[in-house]
């Protein structure tokens, strides 16, 4: 079964700086999806970046980026100006045709003023 | 407002109690999936229905039992609750079924259940 690791379980960012969120998944597939979901504390769970496995190039949005290392089964979450709004709990996730999502632990992220 | 609608919002009921939470997916979701997450915990698959059919079941007590309607909005029924089944229980919807590679969850604003 797949797996999705999150080995940060909390992180602390100062206001305006750059954090790295890091996740690792476990999969002999060659095709599949990968999320960054954010739950900020109305727990509300917001859909951040979406990568499809078979783009090389790493998904953009905003001032949300990610870094897909496909042969490292590595899809790290990079939050450049970080503003208080984001403080939250990250969660990774992933996705083949044919399952479900599965969500890795989460990570929860403080942004200090 | 992601589109997804759940109710109630909070519900506090006692132990051995029957509750029913409702979903209504996004419009134009054909999939809906429920979720518990427990307090400071991830996400725990429970099920999911694309139009009308059960496609997927996660680690789904036997207490519970869902189901999704023609109009495709579905229902949550947690029977002889426990203390330990208080949680923030989400429905998200997605366009498509399991084979979709289109899919994205979106979710719903959750609804919260205390048990006492």
């Known amino acids: 079964a797949q797996t999705v690791t999150q080995s940060q379980p909390e992180m602390s960012v100062q206001e305006a700086e750059t954090v790295t969120l890091s996740c690792t998944y476990d999969?002999?597939?060659?095709?599949?999806?990968l999320f960054w979901y954010k739950q900020p504390p109305s727990r509300q769970m917001i859909l951040v970046i979406r990568?499809?496995?078979?783009?090389?190039q790493n998904a953009t949005e905003n001032r949300f980026s990610v870094n897909f290392q496909k042969a490292a089964k590595s899809f790290s979450l990079k939050i450049s100006d970080s503003q208080l709004g984001d403080a939250a709990m990250y969660f990774c996730?992933?996705?083949?045709?044919?399952?479900?999502?599965?969500f890795g632990p989460g990570t929860r992220l403080s942004v200090l003023p | 407002d992601s589109g997804v609608t759940q109710t109630p919002k909070h519900l506090i009921t006692a132990t051995g109690q029957r509750v029913t939470l409702r979903c209504s997916p996004r419009?134009?979701?054909?999939?809906v999936y429920w979720y518990q997450q427990s307090l400071d915990q991830g996400l725990q698959f429970l099920i999911q229905?694309?139009?009308?059919?059960?496609?997927a079941k996660g680690n789904i007590l036997e207490r519970f039992s869902a189901q999704q309607f023609p109009d495709l909005h579905s229902e949550l029924n947690l029977s002889s609750l426990e203390l330990g089944d208080s949680a923030l229980y989400f429905c998200?919807?997605?366009?498509?079924?399991?084979?979709?590679?289109?899919?994205?969850?979106?979710f719903g604003a959750g609804s919260r259940l205390t048990v006492l």
């Open positions: 998200a919807s997605s366009v498509g079924g399991l084979n979709s590679g289109a899919n994205v969850l979106t």
């Open positions: 999969t002999s597939e060659s095709d599949y999806y």
């Open positions: 990568q499809e496995a078979y783009k090389q």
């Open positions: 996730a992933y996705r083949r045709l044919g399952q479900n999502f599965v």
């Open positions: 419009s134009g979701d054909l999939s």
């Open positions: 229905y694309y139009n009308g059919e059960e496609r």
